[in-house]
């Protein structure tokens, strides 16, 4: 059974910056591309970023490029996401996901995804 754990949220100050983690077990995670979604109160969930298996291309949503940095380790199985100079409009309940298929996509679709993890919140405000 695919496990996905998300942690590292929590409440920052604008500017400020956070480093999600996503702990993945039951599936080889080193075959699978990745993807941060996040989804605020009374908005649809959006993409945040993508990564291919090996790491080697990444996607990333307009509205965090530049400051988001999605990166794998893959002898830990995990995705992490780092995010700096942190707004209030990032507030919102920040989730990793499998991609169903041949798990080679990372892109914005969420319904190509067939594993979600519980979601962590991240709360940026003054």
């Known amino acids: 059974q695919v496990q996905l754990v998300e942690s590292g949220g929590g409440l920052v100050q604008p500017g400020g910056s956070l480093r999600l983690s996503c702990a993945v077990s039951?599936?080889?995670?080193?075959?699978?591309?990745m993807s941060w979604f996040r989804q605020a109160p009374g908005k649809e969930r959006e993409f945040v970023a993508g990564?291919?298996?090996?790491?080697?291309?990444?996607l990333y949503a307009d509205s965090v490029k530049g400051r988001f940095t999605i990166s794998r380790d893959n002898t830990k199985n995990t995705l992490y996401l780092q995010m700096n100079s942190l707004k209030p409009e990032d507030t919102a309940v920040y989730y990793c996901a499998v991609p169903s298929g041949s798990g080679t996509y990372y892109g914005i679709k969420t319904d190509a995804y067939d594993y979600w993890g519980q979601g962590t919140q991240v709360t940026v405000s003054s």
């Open positions: 990564i291919s298996d090996s790491g080697g291309r990444i």
């Open positions: 039951g599936r080889t995670f080193s075959n699978y591309a």
